[in-house]
Nanobody, 115 residues
Framework: QVQLVESGGGLVQAGGSLRLSCTAS????????MGWYCQAPGKQRDLVAG???????NYADSVKGRFTISRDNAKNTMYLQMNSLKSEDTAVYYC?????????WGQGTQVTVSS
């Protein structure tokens, strides 16, 4: 069982920045493919950005050029740097860890962007 704890959410004005963190309770963090997902009220949970255990990244079209995903395997932590935030980025952000068909979710952190 892997526990994931997100932090860094909050209230920010449009155009501002936030950095989310996701820390995993495993010494084998480096083997996991990690991802950030968001879920707005009444909507499905969608992938925002992902990073493989080899460091390959992918992004949703809506965040390309604004968000950057990264990981620090020595700290068992993944990050999401969110710049130029828009009101439509408002959602609960979840991190997820995947390995060999098994996956784990964090509890989520709220991001609210005021216009």
């Amino acid at each position: 069982q892997v526990q994931l704890v997100e932090s860094g959410g909050g209230l920010v004005q449009a155009g501002g920045s936030l950095r989310l963190s996701c820390t995993a309770s495993t010494s084998r963090f480096s083997i996991y493919t990690m991802g950030w997902y968001c879920q707005a009220p009444g909507k499905q949970r969608d992938l925002v950005a992902g990073i493989t255990n080899g460091g390959i990244t992918n992004y949703a079209d809506s965040v390309k050029g604004r968000f950057t995903i990264s990981r620090d395997n020595a700290k068992n932590t993944m990050y999401l740097q969110m710049n130029s935030l828009k009101s439509e980025d408002t959602a609960v952000y979840y991190c997820r860890a995947d390995f060999m068909g098994r996956y784990y979710w964090g509890q989520g952190t709220q991001v609210t962007v005021s216009s």
